[in-house]
């Protein structure tokens, strides 16, 4: 067996006896002559190589014999980190340290650090060297201050720190040096000691010179103890991956997911602290302070600071890299497990499949109440197979109140408008599809950039409109600007959105035609097409599940929408969820230049809502009466939670916009633009008819322009 002398310095250090060279020697003579000469100790039990526990090495920042005080009693430096962090701000404004220590800065822009030397009332010999830097990464050095003095001072500075260390590390990691005042010109460092400048002696040691040399040399000084408070704590973090990689060779996975994620962020935290937070390293404050940094330098090379940094840096990655891979195995055991549960599920269903093949008994029919319910709709049975011919299936017929020459076709479906209600009706109309001329035109000069008419279609804005509520909210596409007029949004309005100037409610934000009120509950238009329908939907919903509701929505869209797959969402959550709502479909018979034929099959938009649950109305988009009628006894059965489609059948007698040209595809609006605005109202055999005279005269007349230019489109 190997023979080791040990050199017992512990056993001196820690009693008050003097330890000179002469007693060093001897002891090391001692201890080796007693190994030598017995090959046990006595009452020594023999230990197996295997049970034998391996003793961490100690570091050291110096030689062991730095540590060694010496007989001479010379000034002393001592530098301890005490926590993470000082407040520095808190320390200077405390009332004990400013009773008995002058307090300031180091430089008026460097805040990191705090200088505290004694005042004169409590000094015993001016002359003398005495101070202590605080330095806010939880480190205090100390210039010749005795051991009572430090710690009192310790103890108003534990108020103010955070992420405290604990005492075993605080005193293990505590370094002290010597100093001594010379006659040499710069301050260096020999024979592990601080060998001061002249200017640091008796008379000069207070200047502000003096005070930042010796900072510099402080800053690495703490900088070192930091760094050796690091090594401790990476010892301690370090030490169970001895036993994890043990584990590992066995095969066995010593953590489980969240210990190796813990044990991972204690790792980066670590190496955040040394790389990022410390000031102590960083070198900023010497950048137009040249004379001070190479003291600093002097001193972090002294104590080896780049060399530590980077084997603590070493020692992280390889720590991380262990903790990664353990991480990793734990992660590949979990998708492995997760396979397996998956093959085991299949393999069960395969079971129950073969098993379920494999039986050849009757299927039993549960018979609840006498009924079987099927895709939810209850039908009956039938013996005859017959396939439903969607050709000869039964349209959905138009609801009229008028015919075509005016007169009321029954009479208990007149809605007996007063006077001021129909001049209102047919007032609103007309001024509509004047300002759709005179707004048109504008375009066609370069006035606006955009616009889309209304013409034919005056009828089911008005109609609809007046028997809703004021209170209903409404959601427009791009052709009701009707409805806004019958809800009282004024003519100027309607020209400042157009042209986009100060006064618009939108401040110009949308295009021409994009009109909304919050006033008058009207939605915003957006360009997306169908956009509108599930948001209404929503808005409805909403509304039902508010106490006592008397609000419906209404919500506008053409023929081209309902083909849109938003169209679909809409409908379908409006009758599973019954919601207050009602459809409006202004089947104008193009969507731009598609006709409604090359739109969809079977019977319409119309035809659809009975599929989806939804109560469904076909009505005469120029009749105005029947379009009034139908949206009033439709928000009725709207305010009971049943959702209501209406399908308005007219005809865009206009381009579908300024950016269209409609006499490229179609050729039968002649037929149409022979027609007034007012449909049916201004038929002569209304009863009304007698009332309009005044509106004609008010109206109408003056504007001269009432009957279209027909002579404009070509004939086809």
Not at 65 to 70: D, V
Not at 632 to 649: G, H, Q, T, Y
Not at 669 to 680: C, E, H, I, L, Y
């Amino acid at each position: 067996m190997s023979l080791k002398c040990i050199l017992p310095v512990a056993r001196f250090l820690l009693s008050k006896r003097t330890l000179s060279v002469g007693n060093i020697q001897s002891s090391k003579l001692f201890q080796c002559r007693r190994l030598a000469s017995s090959s046990s100790l006595p009452n020594e039990k023999e230990v197996k190589p295997s049970e034998r526990q391996i003793p961490r090495k100690l570091r050291k920042k110096r030689p062991v014999s730095s540590a060694i005080p010496r007989v001479t009693r010379e000034p002393s430096v001592v530098a301890m980190a005490l926590s993470e962090s000082l407040n520095i701000q808190d320390i200077v404004h405390d009332q004990n340290i400013s009773n008995m220590f002058n307090v300031s800065s180091i430089d008026d822009e460097f805040e990191e650090t705090i200088h505290l030397a004694k005042k004169l009332e409590y000094v015993i010999n001016p002359a003398e060297l005495s101070e202590l830097f605080v330095f806010r990464d939880g480190v205090v050095v100390f210039w010749n201050v005795e051991s009572s003095q430090r710690a009192q001072i310790l103890r108003d500075l534990e108020r103010y720190a955070e992420g405290v260390y604990d005492s075993v590390i605080v005193m293990d990691e505590q370094d002290r040096m010597f100093f001594v005042v010379t006659d040499q010109s710069s301050s260096l460092i020999r024979h592990d000691r601080f060998q001061l400048s002249s200017r640091h002696g008796e008379a000069q040691h207070n200047s502000n010179d003096s005070i930042l040399e010796r900072f510099a040399l402080s800053q690495a000084f703490a900088a070192s103890v930091k760094v050796g408070v690091w090594e401790s704590l990476l010892n301690n973090l370090a030490e169970p991956l001895s036993n994890a990689t043990k584990s590992l060779t066995q095969g066995i996975i010593p953590w489980s997911r969240k210990q190796a994620l813990m044990r991972s962020g204690e790792f980066a935290a670590l190496r955040h602290s040394i790389n990022l937070d410390c000031t102590l390293l960083n070198k900023d404050f010497y950048w137009e302070r040249p004379e001070l940094e190479k003291y600093y330098t002097i001193s972090a090379r002294h104590f080896s600071l780049g060399r530590r940094i980077g084997m603590l840096n070493s020692r992280l990655d390889y720590c991380e890299e262990l903790v990664k891979m353990v991480d990793n195995t734990i992660a590949l055991r979990h998708a492995s497990t997760l396979e397996w549960m998956i093959i085991v599920l299949i393999v069960i269903e395969v079971i129950f499949d073969v098993l379920h093949f494999a039986d050849k008994s009757p299927s039993k029919v549960i018979v609840v109440n006498g009924d079987s319910e099927a895709g939810h709709r209850k039908a009956a049975f039938t013996e005859n197979l017959e396939i439903i011919d969607a050709d000869k299936t039964k349209a959905i017929p138009i609801y009229r109140v008028t015919d075509a020459e005016g007169q009321i076709i029954d009479k208990s479906q007149d809605p007996q408008f007063d006077k001021e209600t129909a001049l209102k009706m047919y007032r609103t109309m007309t001024q509509l599809n004047i300002m759709d001329r005179i707004l048109y035109d504008s375009q066609r000069q370069g006035r606006i950039s955009f616009y889309m008419t209304s013409f034919g279609e005056e009828g089911n804005h008005v109609g609809s409109a007046a028997a809703l509520e004021p209170q209903d909210l409404v959601y427009g596409q791009y052709r009701e600007t009707g409805v806004l007029l019958w809800r009282g949004f004024q003519m100027i309005q309607f020209m400042n959105q157009c042209y986009g100037n100060s006064d618009d409610i939108n401040k110009g934000r949308q295009m021409p035609v994009h009109y909304g009120s919050k006033d008058l509950n009207f939605v915003t238009i957006s360009s997306p097409l169908t956009t509108q329908l599930p948001q209404a939907v929503g808005s409805a919903y909403a509304f039902k599940r508010q106490p006592n509701n008397n609000r419906i929505v209404t919500v506008y869209f053409g023929d081209g929408a309902a083909s849109e797959g938003d169209a679909h969402a809409a409908f379908n959550f409006a009758a599973t969820l019954k919601c207050p709502i009602i459809f409006f479909c202004r089947n104008n018979g193009y969507a731009i230049s598609t006709p409604t034929s090359e739109q969809y099959g079977g019977d319409g938009i119309a035809g659809k809502g009975p599929a989806y649950g939804i109560n469904t109305i076909r009505v005469d988009g120029n009749d105005l009466l029947a379009v009034y009628n139908a949206t009033r006894a439709a928000r009725k059965m709207a305010l009971e939670n049943k959702p209501v489609l209406i399908e308005a059948m007219t005809y865009r007698v206009g381009h579908h916009s300024t950016s269209d040209d409609s006499t490229a595809y179609r050729c039968d609006f002649r037929t149409w633009t022979t027609r007034s605005p007012g449909g049916s109202v201004l038929r002569d055999g209304h009863p009304v008819a007698a009332w309009l005279t005044d509106v004609l005269a008010e109206v109408v007349r003056p504007s001269g322009r009432w009957a279209l230019d027909v002579s404009r489109n070509p004939v086809c």
